[in-house]
């Protein structure tokens, strides 16, 4: 009876304490100003994402007549040559492009990561099956390979997704591998063995929380891949339908051919893009550092 009080005590204690610690952990996170600058960054695009007709001051392709309009009061990011508001249309094509980019890089990177772990703890015959048909895919381009396969299935948001991920899965499989071979080759793998525990187990407990590290780096790499091939794939209209505003297909549309004479037709899609790869980049080394025990204490 005095055990099981003493325990409920200890619980009762260590847990407030638990929480203090983690929560001083994210908050010395997200004081590094890299970080803090990365997160604002993608906050506010991701909140633009979620809520466009909230604040956009007008429609995604409504025309407000004023044909190549120069920045001014009444349109901050000027107009196209349609006379759509090219703030407006950079608002939604976030929801778009974010949409697009998520999706690649999650199916991308989650198949891959899991057939990186698969290859590199089983080695044998399922890492030679796995790594030929990784090297097939790495020997083609990425995006001749999503432009083919957008091409098969046809223009539609997951499509493109699905084509951008399959262009992903070889780099991450191949990054994953390695950081599962050198995890796998460590002697607590071997203890956890002999005690009696089964291959799922290992690679739950001990696999997949030591490989997440690249994995997080990998898939904020791969975010601005994913955005950059969609605008290509737009460019070529393999990309979204027609009339969505993506910021690809702001960049590949209108702003190449009117470069000279709109010159804001390119610019504001181009910063949004610059800002969000950078913003994910640093992010994603920041998570890197953060759940390697090694650079903790940087």
Not at 103 to 108: H, K, N, P, Q, T
Not at 134 to 144: A, E, F, R, T, Y
Not at 227 to 249: F, M, N, Q, R
């Amino acid at each position: 009876m005095t055990r099981e009080v003493l325990t409920t005590v200890d619980s009762s204690v260590m847990q407030p304490m638990r929480t203090h610690r983690r929560a001083r952990a994210v908050w010395k996170f997200f004081r590094l100003p890299t970080t803090a600058f990365a997160s604002v960054i993608l906050l506010v695009f991701a909140l633009l994402a979620l809520f466009p007709s909230f604040v956009a001051p007008f429609g995604e392709n409504e025309s407000t007549r004023s044909y190549f309009g120069s920045p001014s009061t009444a349109h901050w990011l000027g107009t196209d040559q349609l006379g759509r508001d090219v703030m407006s249309r950079l608002i939604y094509g976030a929801r778009e492009s974010f949409i697009v980019g998520a999706l690649a890089v999650v199916m991308g990177t989650m198949a891959g990561a899991l057939l990186g772990i698969l290859s590199g703890f089983f080695r044998g015959p399922v890492d030679y099956l796995a790594q030929r048909v990784v090297d097939v895919l790495m020997s083609l381009p990425g995006i001749l390979m999503a432009l083919v396969i957008a091409t098969g299935l046809g223009a539609s948001l997951f499509n493109v997704s699905l084509a951008i991920a399959v262009a992903i899965l070889p780099t991450s499989a191949r990054v994953i591998r390695g950081a599962t071979l050198g995890v796998s080759s460590m002697p607590y793998i071997e203890a956890s063995r002999s005690s009696g525990a089964g291959n799922a187990r290992i690679i739950a407990r001990h696999i997949v929380p030591n490989v997440a590290p690249p994995i997080i780096v990998i898939a904020s790499i791969q975010l601005g891949f994913a955005i950059i091939a969609e605008a290509s794939l737009s460019y070529l209209g393999l990309g979204v339908p027609l009339g969505t505003s993506t910021w690809g297909s702001m960049l590949s549309g209108s702003a190449l051919l009117y470069v000279q004479k709109a010159p804001w037709l390119g610019l504001a899609p181009g910063v949004a893009l610059t800002l969000v790869i950078v913003a994910t980049n640093l992010l994603g080394d920041a998570l890197r550092d953060a759940g390697d025990p090694r650079l903790r204490g940087r």
